[in-house]
Structures are given as structure tokens and as C-alpha cells.
């Protein structure tokens, strides 16, 4: 069975851009998760989604955004990038809504705003 | 969310034993403890996961205290594969979010 699978793998950016990241869950799980990662804050969560719908949302600012589709794949977009916006991006997936069920996650997204 | 506390960084030979410890002081009785590490460049991955009593699979063995108030992820012989960022996690049932809360883990070294 496929993993997670996330892309671009990396991606450059300059200020006030805006970008989109991918993510595809294992087959057949319908919850979806992203992650920030970055080395002063650690692993921060942003949000989740389960059947298309956002369920829980991190404290992050307006300009992140994320939707999932029907076929479970998640998007997540950031405008008017900052150079604060750079980071791992992380997309974990999950085979329900229970509250105890294993997440897999991606290798993640490298962004960089310069 | 409830918190857990883990010492920063530790240091093991390869084929020894380690015993990674966490704390979590205001844990209710509904909180699942988990653990994911995190090896170099790669996602976390799910270690284990208890309510109350210890628990085994082929990764490791988690050992909770009595009163739930700390547990122990336990690597029986450890090797260089294990060195990671080792992540204990409280999944608080009431706040209803299925996502993870990450504190800062413990790095694990693995000394050839």
C-alpha cells in the first residue's frame, strides 16, 4: 500500500506570493491533517479535515487555508507569503475519525520564502 | 491541551536497553499517551500507544505508572536506526481534534 505521498517535495517562494501544497492519503483513509515544522516552534498543527470538511483549526493566521476533495486529497494554500512562512510542511492521514487511530505521515513539503 | 514532559536529549550505546520517560502530571482518565518519532529528514511515525496498561509491539514496549501520571517508552536493544526525536503525546479526548499536539521530544543518540 502506497504511503502518504506530498509535493512538491521543495518549493522557493519570494515574499507576498502565494503557494499551494498536495497531499495524497493512504488508500481509504479519510482523515487528512497538516503540520508545521519549524526548528524554533517545533511541530505546530494547522488543521484537519475528514470528509471534506475542516473539523479543527490550529492557531494560525487567516492567509492559511486548506480544503479536501471528495477522493480524500487535501490542499493547503498560504498567500502573501512571509519569510516566516518557511518551513516543513507536514500532511498526516488516518483511516477514520476515531479518536485513537494511528496517523501516517508524508516526508512533507520544504518551503522556503526568501 | 494537557501537557507532557520529556527531557531534552539522551544518550545510548547500540544493544542496550533505553528507557525514555515522560511525564504528564494532569492527564485524565480518557487520555490515550502516544508516542511517534521522528528520524532524520522524515515525517514522525507512529511508535505505540496505551490507556492503562502496558503495552507491546514490535517496535518497542510502553510501561504506564499506576496512576497514569508518567510512562515509559522502553527500546529493547537499541541501534542506529533508533536515533530520533522521540515525541510523547496526551490524545485529549474532549477537545474532540483528532490531530496531534507536539511538545519538544527527546533526541535520542545511539553510540556504535
Known amino acids: 500500500k502506497a504511503g502518504v505521498t506530498q509535493t512538491p517535495r521543495y518549493l522557493i517562494k519570494t515574499r507576498g506570493q502565494q503557494v499551494t501544497l498536495s497531499c495524497s492519503p493512504i488508500s481509504g483513509h479519510r482523515s487528512v491533517s497538516w503540520y508545521q515544522q519549524t526548528p524554533g516552534q517545533g511541530l505546530q498543527f494547522l488543521f484537519e479535515?475528514?470528509?471534506?470538511?475542516?473539523?479543527n483549526k490550529g492557531n494560525f493566521p487567516g492567509r492559511f487555508s486548506g480544503r479536501q476533495f471528495s477522493n480524500s486529497r487535501s490542499e493547503m494554500n498560504v498567500s502573501t507569503l512571509e519569510l516566516g512562512d518557511s518551513a516543513l510542511y507536514l500532511c498526516?492521514?488516518?483511516?477514520?475519525?476515531?479518536?485513537?487511530?494511528?496517523?501516517?505521515f508524508g516526508p512533507g513539503t520544504r518551503l522556503t520564502v526568501l | 491541551d494537557a501537557k507532557t514532559t520529556q527531557p531534552n536529549s539522551m544518550e545510548s550505546n547500540e544493544e542496550e536497553p533505553v528507557h525514555l520517560p515522560c511525564n504528564h502530571s494532569t492527564i485524565s482518565g480518557t487520555d490515550y499517551i502516544h508516542w511517534y518519532r521522528q528520524l532524520p529528514s522524515q515525517g514522525p511515525e507512529y511508535v505505540i500507544h496505551g490507556l492503562t496498561s502496558n503495552v507491546n509491539n514490535r517496535m518497542a514496549s510502553l510501561a504506564i505508572a499506576e496512576d497514569r501520571k508518567s510512562s515509559t517508552l522502553i527500546l529493547h536493544r537499541a541501534t542506529l536506526r533508533d536515533a530520533a526525536v522521540y515525541y510523547c503525546?496526551?490524545?485529549?479526548?474532549?477537545?474532540?481534534?483528532?490531530?496531534?499536539?507536539f511538545g519538544s521530544g527527546t533526541r535520542l543518540q545511539v553510540q556504535p
Open positions: 498526516a492521514s488516518s483511516f477514520g475519525q476515531d479518536f485513537y487511530n494511528e496517523q501516517f
Open positions: 479535515y475528514f470528509s471534506e470538511t475542516q473539523r
Open positions: 503525546i496526551l490524545r485529549v479526548r474532549d477537545t474532540g481534534r483528532r490531530a496531534l499536539t
